[in-house]
């Protein structure tokens, strides 16, 4: 499965903004996709993640509340809507694929299928 993120951009403070993912090709075997984001000389954050057959969410500490993921209409998309933005929410946005089961879902580690992120800069 190949995955694209998209919807980053410019935002205020206080603003909100829905990023998506799309992936092509089979979804069948997924395990969970997670939203993990990245700014320069940090470790990389798991924000969130999806269990694929359930639909249990399960979020970062740092973005329970403002944060939300869903799936879209189409199997195939993941959104991350995030809603009273920070400038410490600036970042570079990825969505992960796992397929195995093995580790808790919020561990960056057991994703080895990323795609290309989306940046969100947020001003102050």
């Known amino acids: 499965v190949q995955l694209q993120a998209s919807g980053g951009g410019l935002v205020q403070a206080g603003g909100s903004l829905r990023l998506s993912c799309a992936a092509s090709?089979?979804?069948?075997?997924?395990?969970?996709v997670a939203w993990i984001r990245q700014t320069p000389g940090k470790e990389r954050e798991f924000v969130a993640g999806?269990?694929?057959?359930?639909?249990?969410?399960f979020y970062g500490d740092s973005v329970k509340g403002r944060f939300l993921i869903s799936r879209g209409d189409a199997s195939n998309l993941v959104y991350l809507t995030i809603h009273s933005l920070k400038p410490e929410d600036t970042a570079v946005y990825s969505c992960?694929?796992?397929?195995?089961?093995?580790?808790?879902?919020?561990?960056?580690?057991?994703?080895?299928?990323w795609g290309q992120g989306t940046q969100v800069t947020v001003s102050s």
């Open positions: 992960a694929v796992r397929y195995g089961g093995s580790g808790p879902i919020s561990s960056v580690g057991t994703y080895p299928y």
């Open positions: 999806i269990h694929w057959s359930t639909s249990t969410i």
């Open positions: 090709g089979s979804t069948f075997g997924v395990y969970a």
